[in-house]
Structure formats: structure tokens, C-alpha cells
């Protein structure tokens, strides 16, 4: 199993950014995927989930209404939009994939800054 992030950087806040989670050796729509993240200094925490088959959402408190996770099963990728970003977002963002074969696996992170 291999999770690779992408689409972490710098943006404004009140901008927007869309992280990809390209999952390998498994079968993005087979498995529960999730988004954590981690401030310095901070625990990680849960961000979002996406549950396989039915593909039901959930997401934080913090983030709701301003997050959406999704997948494209025929890319075996999950994504998380990020929508009016705030300084408090600011966190290496982690992917996270639980499968019934290989338990938890996560990918290395993406950073994401969210200044002026």
C-alpha cells in the first residue's frame, strides 16, 4: 500500500486548494479514506472521511461547510478541496487509508501555509 499527497503550498487566506491522495497497491473505493492534519506543536487530528462502498462523508466540526472530500475510482485517488482557508488551517495534511487486508497505512504529507 502507498499513499502519495499532493497539492499542499501557500495560499491566502479566504483562498482555496485541492489535495491529492493517489493510492497504489489497493483499491481506493474498497477502503475507508481519510484526511488528517497536524499543526507544530499540535496532536493530528481528523479532517474528513470517506467511507467505502456508499461513500459517506463526514468532516470536523472546523471544517465543515468549507471542506469536501471526494474520490475518482478510476484514478484510485481521493481528494480534499479546500474552500475559504483560514490561518488555522494551516497543518501538514495527511492521508490516511484502512483496508481489511493491511490495516491503517497514511502517506508522507503535504504542507499547507495559509498567509499573507
Known amino acids: 500500500v502507498q499513499l502519495v499527497e499532493s497539492g499542499g503550498g501557500l495560499v491566502q487566506p479566504g483562498g482555496s486548494l485541492r489535495l491529492s491522495c493517489a493510492g497504489s497497491g489497493f483499491t481506493v473505493s474498497s477502503s475507508a479514506m481519510s484526511w488528517y492534519r497536524q499543526a507544530p506543536g499540535k496532536e493530528r487530528e481528523f479532517v474528513a472521511t470517506?467511507?467505502?462502498?456508499?461513500?459517506?462523508?463526514d468532516y470536523a466540526d472546523s471544517v465543515k461547510g468549507r471542506f469536501a472530500i471526494s474520490r475518482d475510482n478510476a484514478k484510485n485517488t481521493v481528494y480534499l478541496q479546500m474552500n475559504s482557508l483560514k490561518p488555522e488551517d494551516a497543518a501538514v495534511y495527511y492521508c490516511?487509508?484502512?483496508?481489511?487486508?493491511?490495516?491503517?497505512?497514511w502517506g508522507q504529507g503535504t504542507q499547507v501555509t495559509v498567509s499573507t
Open positions: 470517506i467511507t467505502n462502498p456508499g461513500g459517506t462523508t
Open positions: 490516511r487509508a484502512y483496508t481489511l487486508h493491511y490495516g491503517f497505512s
